[in-house]
């Protein structure tokens, strides 16, 4: 099954081979097979004996993606802490170790990789809302003091912050960073992310103006680009505003399913339920909200009113 080292086109297929061909599998959702050919690289890799690090670190990052979505996370974990022994302070394998310990309950240890993956680079949204999420879920754990139990967060050297940032053109030996698909792909998905960014404060600046409608066309265009929680939330809320009490709830159970606990989401769904008459559901909502700020003045309020209707 591996090759010899000889130059022969009759070889079997290349480590680059099959790492692309894992891609494919993957886009596809078939993530056993993706892992299988992820796996076949990386034992051409160490027979060959001259495997780099970053292409080692890479494969093992995108085994770790096909663990995570199969619910593997404890081997997600594994390949992510190899990744990073290689290539220290990856992003990618930094978000899906945190993924794997959040869905482990290990609230901790996914708030520093969370935490570790904003010092690289802060624009990824995908950290912000884990730390987010871990803070409230370490908050019911152990209380207020919970970050006198965490352990130490990393200090990342200046050299990682700007090591991932996309090579410019004139750069052409800077260092690729470490793509779950082919470089390009990666690009893409980055310009997305900043495309979907840049659309969604286009929308909360004519929410400051008062145009719920453009605001719901931009959140709209921003929401095709990349799902976020904020975005439904922010979009919800120009529904609210629009009386579209449905849409409005629509959007708040998206956000919801994003991040269970979300205070803007439960608010603005019960909210819009309550316009919608399902006073039981809305009340559901409010209780579920004040289990996470049991002090929240806005949410008494309408819990008060709900009991009145």
Known sequence: RLPGRGGSGAMAASPGALRRAGNEEFRRGQYGPAAELYSRALAQLEASGDASAEE?????????????????????????????????FGIK???????????????SLAYVDYKTALQVDCSVQA????VNRMTKALLEKDGVNWRQKLPPIPTVPVSAQTRW????????????PPATAPQ?????????????????????????????????????????????CATYTNRALCFLTLKQYKEAAQDCTEALKLDPK????LYRRAQALKELKDYKSSIADIKSLLKTEPKNTAALRLLQELNRA
């Not at 619910?71 to 997600?76: K, N, P, R, T, Y």
């Open 184 to 228: 390009g792909e990666r690009d893409e998905t980055a310009a997305g992310m900043e495309r979907a960014r840049m659309l969604k404060e286009e929308g909360n600046e004519f929410v400051k103006k008062g145009n719920h409608k453009k605001a719901v066309e931009k959140y709209s265009e921003s929401l095709k680009l990349n799902k976020e």
């Open 93 to 107: 394998p930094l978000l899906r170790r945190a993924a794997a310990y959040e869905a482990l309950e290990r609230y």
């Open 262 to 265: 979300n205070v803007k989401a």
């Open 127 to 130: 950290a912000h809302d884990g």
């Open 165 to 176: 940032s996309i090579p410019s053109a004139q750069a052409p030996g800077a260092s690729t």
């Open 56 to 88: 080692r670190s890479v494969l093992l990052a995108n085994r770790a993606a096909c663990h995570l979505k199969d619910g593997a996370c404890s081997l997600c974990v594994a390949d992510c802490t190899s990744a990073l022994e290689l290539v220290p």
